[in-house]
């Protein structure tokens, strides 16, 4: 096995860290602060094609794996967990749901602009009453002639005020419970489809989340997406790769972490010396950079599997479990070793504590993953 990057993956990496440190890193406390949006570095990041990272290039992407996602993911999340939630919605759970279920005609019509970054993308599953239990889901689609007819509310969506597109997840036959669950494609415009809420966030202050509420909201037939009942299932398989996503965040947000505690460790000084020559903080170190190691060991395998086809839901949920229980865990030690100066907004470690805490709740909570494990290993 060779765990290297091949050339081309690591001139990927390395473009996106160029990317993030000079044209994201100078922004961040101002968006952070402002809860606003990155609208023009979302813009600039489609024009290098991250939008479409997983995605073939008939269909507007570039054509990359998991691999090289994973690496993208990571080298954002390292200077704003913010903008690489914002991509990682984006790609594995919006155009991904299109991409895995969608028509020819649908690919074209919506995963294109998706791909290419001309449009941004939503997913709608969780509701007020419906998060990890999927199968709770109360929003309803009517038949109507040529159209189905929604209604309900899906709350904690990522990108829900800037989204051109969405993917919604609805009822369409109850007495059939999860087998009467189905996905929808809507547009921002459309008739009875308009945001809510936007939450007031402890963390991820830029990425934007809100409400998605449909009112009588009348789309086309075929923007039924997949086949009718089958919305719980695909719904699954979007969420395997969706795991992979969540915890290269969370391993970027961990080596971002990290990395400046480093860095501060040897700058401080403390009775004369650096604190980096105190044992203490050497052990933190230690621990922080083997710990954030096996969770990238963890994520890029499942990533190696995914792009070889193969079975991923238990490594998915592995390499998520692990890499969010990790990134919180170095989070509070690099707290530690900044001491007073990490509880203040001028280091990078106070927004990175604040952002951590949604890898082991968003997308499904580390509880959830366990359980997901547990079910593969006693099958």
Not at 187 to 209: A, P, Q
Request: charged share 25%; with cysteine; aromatic share 8%.
């Amino acid at each position: 096995m060779d765990f290297r990057f091949k050339e081309d993956q690591e001139m990927v990496r390395r473009m996106v860290r160029e990317f993030a440190t000079n044209e994201i890193l100078p922004k961040i406390i101002a968006y952070d602060e402002k809860q606003e949006f990155p609208q023009e570095i979302v813009k600039r990041l489609g024009e290098l094609g991250v939008m479409g990272v997983i995605f073939p290039k008939e269909y507007g992407g570039t054509g990359m794996g998991y691999v090289e996602y994973v690496a993208i993911i990571e080298e954002l999340s390292r200077v704003d967990g913010s903008i690489g939630l914002t991509v990682a919605a984006h790609n594995s759970l919006c155009s991904n749901h299109i991409f895995i279920s969608g028509n020819e005609e649908q690919k074209k019509k919506y995963l294109t602009p998706l791909a290419s970054g001309e449009k941004i993308g939503a997913w709608g599953l969780t509701e007020p009453t419906a998060g990890s239990d999927a199968g709770g889901t109360k929003t309803t689609a009517v038949r109507d002639g040529n159209s189905w007819v929604l209604n309900g509310t899906k709350t904690f969506i990522t990108n829900a005020t800037v989204a051109d597109i969405a993917v919604v997840i609805a009822v369409t036959d109850k007495s059939k419970g999860k087998k009467g669950i189905s996905s929808f494609i809507l547009e921002k415009g459309m008739d009875g489809f308009k945001t809510g809420k936007k939450e007031n966030k402890l963390g991820m202050r830029s990425s934007d989340t809100a409400e998605l509420i449909m009112e009588d909201c009348h789309i086309p037939a075929e923007n039924l997406l997949g086949e009718e009942g089958m919305g719980f299932v695909d719904s699954l398989r979007v969420l395997d790769g969706g795991r992979i996503s969540i915890a290269a965040l969370a391993n970027g947000l961990a080596l971002g972490a990290f990395e400046a505690s480093l860095k501060y460790s040897k700058e401080r000084q403390q009775f004369g010396e650096p604190i980096s020559n105190f044992q203490a903080i050497q052990w933190m170190l230690a621990d922080m950079a083997t710990k954030i190691e096996a969770a990238r060991l963890l994520t890029y395998m499942a990533a190696d599997m995914k792009d070889r086809g193969e079975d991923i839901n238990k490594q998915s949920a592995m390499a998520k479990l692990y890499a969010g229980d990790t990134c919180v865990w170095v989070a509070e030690r690099a707290i530690q070793i900044f001491g007073g100066y990490g509880f203040v907004k001028d280091y990078p470690v106070e927004k990175i504590y604040r952002d951590v805490k949604l890898c082991t709740i968003g997308e499904g909570t580390s509880e959830i993953q366990r359980i997901v494990i547990a079910r593969q290993l006693l099958k």
